[in-house]
């Protein structure tokens, strides 16, 4: 489902691929004996009811993720649920074990263990960065590559700008019209922007170095034209001595000789 939300199939076909799925898992937990592969497939459907549940909380009417694009967020939530009842329900009361080989079983479970970095090295692969894919996942209709930077040493008192890219992968346009900064040293400038649907921008943020020496960091909460989750953009800079403070440094410590 996650890759069919990549090319946004129709919703009639992500209804039949989610149906494929949920008696896919219904076949695995009714007559394969292992306890452990169960729990890994009612874990999968409790896990996308869960960022079902996060997109419904965040104000959105339509799914941008699980390939669901075009389904409404609550359609889609129940019928999830029901696959997990469903599925509990199947291992319960109603289980014909194969004559599977343990050996054959226990290779299957062995293998569970290279799912999660095999789903890491997709991410990273497909999408850029993991942070990329967790906003895939979350249902944010931006992906950003990177959330926060390092812009390395600066000087006191220097103005650094910086871009970071943005691409809307829902499927209308959305706007953004400002930005909440922690610090008024940190500006979002090209504001507002806006995106159309697939398209994807830079945008520029300028970071105003601080007098004292030292690690600084400041971030900026972009705002939307419409619902939609919380994206957060960071940069941190060291700030190296500067001369005056090298020089009240030698002074101190002429004077503490």
């Not at 890994?40 to 549940?53: D, P, Q, R, T």
């Not at 389904?71 to 009842?85: I, Y």
């Not at 890491?120 to 590559?145: C, K, M, T, Y």
């Not at 507002?192 to 909460?221: F, N, T, V, W």
Request: neutral net charge; contains cysteine.
């Amino acid at each position: 489902m996650l890759i069919a939300g990549q090319w946004i199939l129709p919703p009639a076909v992500v209804v039949t691929l989610g149906l494929f799925e949920c008696v896919l898992g219904w076949l695995v937990i009714a007559f394969i004996p292992s306890r452990r592969l169960s729990i890994v497939v009612v874990s999968v459907f409790v896990l996308f009811v869960g960022v079902l549940a996060l997109q419904a909380n965040a104000g959105l009417q339509r799914c941008s993720c699980l390939g669901s694009s075009g389904l409404p967020v609550n359609t889609v939530l129940v019928f999830d649920v029901f696959a997990v009842c469903s599925c509990m329900w199947l291992r319960e009361h109603w289980c014909q074990p194969l004559r599977i080989s343990s050996d054959m079983v226990a290779d299957l479970i062995g293998g569970i263990k290279f799912a999660v970095p095999a789903a890491l090295v997709a991410a990273l692969g497909w999408f850029g960065s993991l942070e990329a894919a967790s906003d895939f996942i979350a249902g944010s209709p931006l992906r950003v590559n990177s959330r926060e930077q390092f812009l390395g040493q600066v000087e006191p008192n220097t103005e650094i700008v910086t871009t970071f890219s943005l691409r809307n992968t829902a499927a209308e346009s959305i706007r953004i019209l400002g930005a909440k900064s922690s610090c008024r040293c940190f500006a979002v400038k090209d504001l507002p922007l806006e995106l159309a649907a697939g398209e994807e921008k830079q945008i520029r943020i300028s970071l105003y170095s601080q007098s004292d020496a030292g690690s600084q960091r400041e971030s900026a909460m972009l705002i939307f034209s419409r619902s939609a989750p919380r994206i957060v953009l960071g940069a941190t800079v060291l700030v190296h001595p500067g001369r005056d403070q090298q020089d009240a440094k030698l002074k101190r410590e002429k004077s503490g000789d």
